[in-house]
Antibody, heavy 127, light 104 residues
Framework: QLQLQESGPGRVKPSETLSLTCSVSGGSISTSSYYWGWIRQPPGEGLEWIGSIYYGGNTYYKSSLKGRVTISEDTSKNQFSLNLSSVSAADTAVYYC???????????????????WGQGILVTVSS | DIQMTQSPFTLSASIGDRVTITCRASQSISSWLAWYQQKPGKAPKLLIYKASNLEYGVPSRFSGSGSGTDFTLTISRLQSDDFATYYCQHSNGWTFGQGTKVEI
């Protein structure tokens, strides 16, 4: 059974960098069959996709966060990570790591759905 | 970016009711739409993928329909376990709708 587990500090100071890691067990991230990504949810609000990483290290980020966000992978540890720089109170949220299933049509990789989620980690931006 | 708009924002219903939630895309997304259920303090759970396909293990009272820009999630007979917030997602573009809270 696939499991994803977020880890990292629960509090980050304004202007600093938020760094989280997602540890994956029960399956390998080194596969062309899935995307791996980060989604966040501010308290009492909806879901916001942050970015994703695909086989070979190809990354995709929400346009409004580009320049602040970096997603990377460590295949030797079966982990992927999120770095979000210059944080403010608006970045306070529960951060989820997740796996998305895909289907390939011709040469196009299409995301079908997010089928596995971590339990989430609350990160508060506060001095 | 393609925007996803759900309606209503909140829905009040009773056990046994038929419930319909609507999701509209700002441009055609074919059938690249997923539906999720989220309960307080929990991660979302996949219900429907590719607009109308029921995820394994999800009760058959849930169904999805639509293509292009207009989609619906229907719960045929609302159960107590179904009171939650529901999100649509343009899966290929990753964008979520703002959510619909189904309450008693």
């Amino acid at each position: 059974q696939l499991q994803l587990q977020e880890s990292g500090p629960g509090r980050v100071k304004p202007s600093e960098t938020l760094s989280l890691t997602c540890s994956v067990s029960g399956g390998s991230i080194s596969t062309s069959s899935y995307y791996w990504g980060w989604i966040r949810q501010p308290p009492g609000e909806g879901l916001e996709w942050i970015g994703s990483i695909y086989y070979g290290g190809n990354t995709y980020y929400k346009s409004s966060l580009k320049g602040r966000v970096t997603i990377s992978e460590d295949t030797s540890k079966n982990q992927f990570s999120l770095n979000l720089s210059s944080v403010s109170a608006a970045d306070t949220a529960v951060y989820y790591c997740a796996r998305a299933s895909i289907t390939i049509i011709g040469v196009d990789v299409n995301v079908v759905a997010i089928d596995y989620w971590g339990q989430g980690i609350l990160v508060t931006v506060s001095s | 970016d393609i925007q996803m708009t759900q309606s209503p924002f909140t829905l009040s219903a009773s056990i046994g009711d038929r419930v319909t939630i609507t999701c509209r895309a700002s441009q055609s997304i074919s059938s690249w739409l997923a539906w999720y259920q989220q309960k307080p303090g929990k991660a979302p759970k996949l219900l429907i993928y590719k607009a109308s396909n029921l995820e394994y293990g999800v009760p058959s009272r849930f169904s999805g329909s639509g293509s292009g820009t207009d989609f619906t999630l229907t719960i045929s007979r609302l159960q107590s376990d179904d009171f939650a917030t529901y999100y649509c997602q343009h899966s290929n573009g990753w964008t979520f709708g703002q959510g619909t809270k189904v309450e008693i």
